[in-house]
């Protein structure tokens, strides 16, 4: 297992190449590839630190979490993606906090936080390299803040049913109204009302197993 | 007022001793120091690519500006403070769009894109200086966007003072933060830093003797 997590690391981290024999080897005994179940918590903000961590599998969801519970998905990460807001203790010019949730069954592989930040203060190389993953988190968090901020929400709401049509190949969004409003950062009634709407314009069907996009055509309309 | 700028920019940039001399010579020959007034737009967006900017005097605001005309301010800067979002056109991982204003009558280093550029290409410790700043900015945004998508205790001040001031008559509320704090059930911290957002948003002033409200529909606007 170890093994494989060090090879995932040489293949995605553009950084591994720069590293002295020393640095290398600190890494690597450090790397462990970790499973987690479907909605399990992997990272909590300020309460915890896991590393730096590459997707093998499954999916995982950022979010940030008001103190009345509640949540603003900011973007996902599938397999290959790299998380870097999970050593976010590590990086001293990150001062807010994310949490990050395991969305399927996944795998994932993680550089532990301390051997981390101790090669990242003995190379410049690879301190670079995380803050420039900082700053793509940054452009993708940007995009879901100006769909929140800007975009009516019939708009988001079909956005969000045409991506998930695309992430999972099929008609049927398996979700309720519940996780869905929970995705958007809105509330359930919102939610409702406007699916309402989809079916009273023949976009969507509602049943018990989820929402069922009917029409392609009309929903692209609106993105 | 070059040789002002340059002798701004070796105080500023900690990578400046890293620099070739190729490498300084380039910057040096594009600083300038500009003046805006103030309402002056500054950067749009993707339709320009001003540079790295440090703010000698007065201040910026950076918003975010929907298609609808909408604008959400993410921060300001003052004196001292480095704008690198102006730059971004120069860095692959910001795919985003912010503007940026002077608030005031205000003075401004600025270092060209392009020879801006060329130096981050040539020279790691550059291109490390200019991602950080990135990740400063981005912690910055996500404390307005929490502020704006929980929107709980900016609204919850703003009934504070709005019952305060009824109750007295008075556009002063005569309270100290510790005691706005003990009413309101919260740390006096968050209400100075509240209070100061309410400041640079024009709303308030604050004086020995209290709270004044200087813009009372702004503050209605928060209710």
């Known amino acids: 297992m170890a093994n494989e997590g060090i090879e995932r690391c040489r293949k995605s981290f553009p950084f591994w190449e720069k590293l002295t024999n020393e640095e290398r080897e600190l890494l690597e005994r450090n790397v462990s590839v970790v499973k987690y179940s479907k909605g399990e918590n992997i990272h909590s903000g300020g309460t915890s630190c896991k590393g730096i961590m590459i997707i093998k599998s499954g999916s995982l969801r950022t979010y ?16 290959g993606d790299v998380c870097v807001l999970s050593a976010s203790c590590v990086l001293d010019y990150i001062t807010f906090d994310v949490f990050v949730d395991a969305e399927e069954d996944s795998e994932v592989v993680i550089i532990g936080a301390s051997a981390f930040q101790a090669v990242m203060n003995s190379n410049i190389y690879v301190e670079c390299y995380a803050y420039k993953m900082i700053a793509e988190s940054f452009s993708n968090v940007m995009w879901a803040v100006q769909q929140i901020l800007f975009m009516s929400f019939d708009r988001r ?67």
């Open 157 to 223: 709401l079909a956005n969000f049913l045409y991506e998930e049509m695309k992430k999972t190949g099929s008609d049927t969004v398996s979700l309720t109204h519940e996780q869905v409003a929970k995705y958007m950062g809105s509330a359930r009634e919102v939610v409702t009302r406007m699916l309402k709407y989809f079916v009273n314009e023949g976009i969507v069907e509602l049943s018990r197993g989820g929402i069922k996009i009917i029409d392609m055509h009309k929903l692209k309309r609106l993105l």
């Open 64 to 79: 940030l979490l008001s103190e009345g519970g509640r949540e603003v998905t900011l973007y996902r990460l599938y397999n």
